[in-house]
Each structure stands twice: as structure tokens, then as C-alpha cells.
């Protein structure tokens, strides 16, 4: 779709309404699957004084811009996390539908974003990745494979296994070096998700690009305050790196590698 064409807004005003409801959705699972909640029920509530959030006060970003940032019962304030999250959803959505137009690629692509994000917002704070994120989102990789978007189906299975198979090989030799645990499970079961979406290449580069930005980041706070690296919060970077621009970064490797080849 051209950017001329009359439908092009409505599109991508589409684009937004979806991205703005899961961002809506990804706040109640930062919310509550680290404390194993059920995201589901109950429903929203202030934390508070418990009351329940009319539909109208849980418009996503609107809501919180009418109510000021504070509660409707009790004038408690609203961490600005909460529009933040959206907001970066809506750009996330909007974004890829700006980049790729609508396409298999653009809605793939907005999915894994999201997830990412998830997975990073509860890394960083939490240090773990709940498998309702990267099971199901191995699975939403898997069955997204099936239509015509950036990898085929026997990419996207061979991407997950090497994507779990790679950080398991790591984990089992830095456990025999370092004696004790050196990779998480969930950064295991992250990357079988990560490498259905892009593929055993796409894994293998994030899985690059996530170290490097690591020890490049945090790297120097680790080694500062012995603080724990949450992997998964570069795994996501590298992953997102990965889907928006890995194609010509591998092209530009095997250039450099196998000049004139
Ligand atoms: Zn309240």
C-alpha cells in the first residue's frame, strides 16, 4: 500500500489501536507473571485500594492523560510506567507498519517486538523470563512460520532448536569453567523462541549481538557493583537488531570474510 492511498491511514491507524491494546496487555503481564498471577483474572484493579477499573478508565494512554495519573477512588498515583508501555507499543506497531506496509512481515515482526519488550521489561527487574512468554511465544513463532512472512516453517524449527541448543552448549561449558550456573533456563528457552521467529542465522546473530551489546552495556557495571547480568534484556536488543537490519549485516560478514565471493 502506498502512502497516497486514502486507506493508508486507517491502516495505520489500525496498526496503533492494536499496538496501544497490547501494550495495554504487556503492563498486566510485567504486573503480574512474576508474582505467577493468572492475567486474566482478576480483572484490573487499583493496587491500591483494590477497586475495579471501569473500561473507561482503562483506555490505554487516554485514561491515564483524563485521570491525571491517579486512581478514580482513592487519588492514589499511577506509576508513568503505565502509558509508557503503551506508548512504546503504539510506536513498536505503527512503526513496522510504516516500515514493511501491511504484510506477514510488519504483523510478524510487531508480535516478536512485543514479546521482546515484555521479556525485557521482567528481566531487568526480576531476573527470570516466564515461560508464558517464551513457550508461547515459540509457539506464536512456529505456527507464524506457517505463513508467508520472513522464514518458512523448517527455518523456524531448526532456528529454535539451534537457538536452545547454542546457550544450552554455553551454559554446560561455563558451568564446567566458572562451577556454578552460567546461563539461565529461561535465556534457553527465550532463544528457541527468538530463533523461531528469525531463523537458525537470525539466532545465531542475536545470540552475537546480545553478548556484545552485554559486555559492552553492562560489562562495566557488572564488574563495578557485582550485579547480575539480565541476559535476556540483550538478547532482546540483538534480537530486535536481528529482524530490522540482520540480512545485510550477514551479507556485509561474508563480504568481509569471502571478499569478491
Ligand atoms: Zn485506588
New binding site residues.
Partial sequence: MQPDSPYYFVFLAYAGVIGAAIGSFINVCVARLPAGSSVIRPRSH?P????FIAWYDNVPVLSFLALRGT?R????RISWQYPLIELAVIGIWVGLAVLYGPSWRSLTGSILFSILLAIALIDARHYLIPDQLSIGGLAAGLALSLLPGPVTPLQSVTGAAAGFGVLLAVGVLGERIFKKPAMGGGDMKMMAMVGAFLGPVGAMLTIFLGALAGSIIFGPISLKTQKLVPFGVFLAIGAAITFLVGDSLTRWYVDLLFPGA
Fill in positions: 487499583c491500591e485500594c483494590g477497586c486512581c477512588h482513592c487519588g492514589t
